[in-house]
Nanobody, 117 residues
Framework: VQLQASGGGSVRAGGSLRLSCAAS????????MGWYRQATGKQRELVAT???????NYASSVKGRFTISRDNAKKTMYLQMNSLKPEDTAVYYC????????????WGQGTLVTVSS
């Protein structure tokens, strides 16, 4: 199983970006999916999660600005990020709990988001 994250880039404060995370490989089902981020010198933190049925959970710092979604048929998760702030600058990682040959969590390679003031 592989997770491919994409969509990162550089934007000015107040701008928007949309991240995608596509899963591929031998996959029977994908359960919880989530986005995490790690800023330079800081620990990785949860940004948002979404269950297979669409229940969502957000970090307080992004609630109201970010929206997580998924397309189960495409095995893809998205993160729409609006009203970006310089403190959102980080490498964003996607993670998915996958039932395939094994039942385990997988991580994508990370995509860099840079927000300038």
């Amino acid at each position: 199983v592989q997770l491919q994250a994409s969509g990162g880039g550089s934007v000015r404060a107040g701008g928007s970006l949309r991240l995608s995370c596509a899963a591929s490989g031998t996959i029977f089902s994908i359960n919880d999916m989530g986005w995490y981020r790690q800023a330079t010198g800081k620990q990785r933190e949860l940004v948002a999660t979404i269950s297979r049925t669409g229940s969502t959970n957000y970090a307080s710092s992004v609630k109201g600005r970010f929206t997580i979604s998924r397309d189960n048929a495409k095995k893809t998760m998205y993160l729409q990020m609006n009203s970006l702030k310089p403190e959102d600058t980080a490498v964003y990682y996607c993670s998915s709990r996958v039932s395939g040959i094994a039942y385990r969590d997988y991580w994508g390679q990370g995509t860099l988001v840079t927000v300038s003031s």
